[in-house]
């Protein structure tokens, strides 16, 4: 990543991450210690550490956590968080083993109380973020504010239809923010925050890196200016975007054969009967705004419920199987659980799975199951939705399964059958991501999913998927 930036017509700087993996809970392709970590911070765009979101790690006094963060202050380093949630004397305590920042932010008390904490407020976008109810909370506090604006996850088809950060400014503007302040929330307090002394700023001594608008108000770019020379004219792009190829190591990370029947089939213990089982429950949606709906159904809770058996089977109704494989040639493990409200028809499978980035599938027939995990595998990673048999839609991603090497175009495209096929399969969705994608982030509450089975974040402990 770091060398196919080198000859961009921009400024790309990397974190280090602190999270690999993200918690005990999964089997990760690798594990970062802090011996990496160092190494890392002396490559030339390296600029920090990524987010710290092991926050359970870091308050208990987790050794390794305790190693990463001192290897990060000893180098003087950048630390950027993420804690879901965290108040009071917890959150105090993170703050003081290191983390500087936090994007993690979906209330106004949460937000507010991390703010006045000293973190630097890293805001989102308006799927996940009241943002007019945030502008006029704000305006209520003294300046000068810590706060930034950043994207985390953009979708192809949102990066192509709304735009990056200028879509970011341009919804703040648009909610009662002033407009030098949005301006001033992803120019000059970012590069302060990252200890850019030479960027953030049009100044002596500050590098001429310019954006030229058309309207302020609109925040629609015209012309964009890299170290003094124009790359942007009349909102297009004039500089030449040298194709730098991947390491074919790169694109040989799915490293599963291929799957037969018999891993999406679950054998109950009785033959006929009630089963009583431990069931991941997402959220039925209720027609709320973007911003309510993402926060109402990514916090999964884990519910017991009671199903039939008959000759050997279950009988699921509503609930769909999720398994969760193993991909990267470690371990192997298989994760097997239930999920409810999350897809009524086919399948689901996917190695975009944070953080670890396993092969995740959900479903309501084996036989779609199958036939989607083994697309993704013989695509070398992506996601790919089938029903009945027939495959509805399909992103490759064979780059780390988890990047395409195709353009913005045709990738939009591609998500954009994607969430069809979701609509036609009655699979929940939300522009922000799919949920699939977050039901193996396993340090996000309440209750998730990995390779080693169903996990309670709260609780910190596996669960079962027959409940006793």
């Known amino acids: 990543m770091l060398e196919n930036t080198k000859q961009l017509p921009m400024k790309v700087y990397f ?36 987010e710290v ?12 956590m305790v190693r990463i963060l001192a290897m990060g202050r000893s180098k003087n380093a950048v630390i950027d968080g993420h804690c879901v949630f965290l108040s009071g004397k917890e959150l105090n305590a993170y703050i003081a083993a290191g983390p500087e920042a936090d994007h993690e932010n979906f209330t106004l008390e949460s937000a507010i109380e991390k703010l006045r904490s000293g973190m630097y407020l890293k805001l989102r976008g308006p799927h996940v973020l009241q943002i007019r109810e945030m502008v006029k909370a704000l305006t209520e506090l003294p300046k000068p504010w810590n706060i930034i604006f950043v994207t985390d996850d953009v979708m192809p088809d949102i990066l192509k239809t709304c735009g990056h950060l200028d879509y970011i400014c341009r919804k703040f503007i648009e909610n009662g923010m002033d407009p030098v302040e949005a301006i001033r929330s992803v120019t000059l307090r970012p590069a302060e925050h990252m200890r850019f002394h030479d960027l953030g700023a049009i100044a002596p001594g500050k590098i001429a890196d310019i954006v030229l608008l058309k309207n302020l ?31 074919p190591k ?40 973007d911003q309510t709906s993402f926060l109402q159904l990514v916090l999964t809770n884990l519910i017991q419920t009671e199903i039939d058996v008959r000759d050997g089977k279950l009988e699921l109704g509503r609930i769909a199987l999720v398994t969760v494989f193993e991909r990267h040639g470690k371990s192997g493990g298989k994760g097997t659980g239930f999920v409810r409200n999350l897809i009524q028809h086919g399948a689901v499978a996917s190695t975009v799975a944070h953080d670890a980035h396993n092969l995740i599938v959900v479903g309501t027939e084996p ?31 064979p780059i780390a399964g988890l990047m395409s090497n195709e353009n913005l175009e045709l990738v939009s495209k591609k998500m954009l059958l994607m969430r069809n096929a979701f609509k036609e399969m009655q699979m929940l969705d939300h522009p922000y991501m799919p949920l699939i994608s977050l039901l193996t982030l396993s340090v996000v509450p309440h209750v998730r999913i990995t390779d080693k089975g169903i996990f309670d974040v709260d609780g910190q402990s596996f669960v079962k998927w027959q409940a006793s």
Request: glycine residues 10%; aromatic residues 6%; hydrophobic residues 40%.
């Open 15 to 50: 974190f280090a991450p602190t999270c690999v993996p993200e918690c005990n809970a999964v089997t990760a392709g690798a594990e970062i210690t802090d011996r990496d970590i160092g190494e890392m911070l002396d490559w030339q765009g390296i600029v920090g550490l990524g």
């Open 53 to 64: 979101m092991d926050f359970n790690g870091v308050i208990a006094g987790n050794e390794k």
């Open 367 to 397: 036989r779609d199951m199958y036939e989607a995990a083994n697309h993704v595998i013989k695509t070398h990673g992506g996601i790919t939705a089938v029903k009945g048999g027939r495959l509805l839609a399909s992103i490759e991603l």
């Open 250 to 289: 790169a694109q040989d990370t799915v490293i599963l054969k291929k799957l037969s029947m018999e891993d999406f089939e679950v054998k109950p213990p009785i033959t006929n009967g009630k089963l009583k089982l431990n069931v991941i429950d997402f959220a039925s949606p209720n027609g709320q705004d």
């Open 217 to 247: 108000e609109k925040f629609e770019v015209d012309t964009v200016i890299s170290d003094g020379t124009p790359v942007v004219k009349n909102s297009n792009l004039i500089a030449p975007i040298p194709r730098i190829q991947f390491d």
